[in-house]
């Protein structure tokens, strides 16, 4: 056994084994739940899990940012066993912003695990999401494993220095809340990194951007106290017959 692959199997002692999972992504319409979805689709399906998915998509067209109705989500049942449907609950939630999280939050399974963007939980965005109290102070959360992290401003931090707007530095989030999921789900990047250089070719700022995103998300994930005593999950490959 090599030291890489010595280090990755003590990683995995302290992984919570589990058959399957259920995950929910969710966000606005333009944050990239589908585009996220697929990726991790893909990294599930290479690391010889059964799986089906299910995307949703927002109630109303061009419906305003920060709203119920503009709720974009991505669902995916996966694991070590055949795996028939999408799922009902799920056992984890990205939440993007607070509509995101007030719409999604009734299917998570008590002692569910929520990844929340905290960027957008102020006063305005609030009241977008109908919200009349804030879900991350008012106890609404309360039997659940929640690590709130400043997703966009990560994000920003991630990708400075490499010549995007911040409008268009933001829209990497998406690839940094989908970099702690593949840390979430010992998951491996080298097929995402390499479809982002594909996608965006030329655009090579883009890609590098995302890609930098990516990678700082599982970077945070790996070191970060916020998850404290939360070391993620494990799952053996599925061994279904042909």
């Excluded at 991790?40 to 927002?58: I, K």
């Excluded at 998951?187 to 951007?209: H, M, N, Y």
């Amino acid at each position: 056994m090599n030291i890489i692959e010595k280090q990755s199997s003590l990683q995995d002692a302290e992984r919570e084994r589990i058959e399957s999972a259920v995950v929910r992504l969710a966000g606005d319409s333009g944050d990239g739940m589908q585009v996220t979805g697929g990726q991790f689709t893909l990294a599930t399906a290479l690391a010889g899990n059964d799986l089906a998915t299910f995307p949703d998509y927002p109630a109303e067209i061009r419906a305003p940012t920060g709203t119920t109705f503009g709720v974009s989500s991505f669902q995916i049942n996966f694991g070590s066993r055949v795996i028939k449907t999408s799922g009902d609950s799920f056992d984890v939630l990205v939440a993007m912003n607070p509509a995101a999280l007030k719409v999604e939050l009734p299917g998570l399974k008590p002692g569910g695990v929520i990844l929340v963007d905290t960027h957008d939980f102020d006063d305005r965005h609030l009241r977008k999401a109908g919200l009349e109290a804030n879900p991350l102070e008012d106890g609404t959360l309360d039997g659940y494993r929640v690590i709130e992290l400043d997703i966009s401003q990560l994000t920003l931090d991630a990708v400075s220095g490499l010549g995007l707007g911040k409008k268009e530095a933001l829209r990497c989030k998406n690839f940094w809340a989908l970099g702690y999921v593949y840390w979430m789900f010992a998951r491996d990047r080298e097929l995402t990194i390499e479809w982002l250089k594909q996608k965006f070719g030329k655009l090579p700022g883009v890609a590098e951007s995302n890609i930098a995103a990516l990678n700082a998300g599982h970077a945070l994930a790996e070191t970060a106290e916020e998850h404290e005593g939360f070391h993620g999950f494990v799952l053996a490959k599925a061994e279904i017959a042909p």
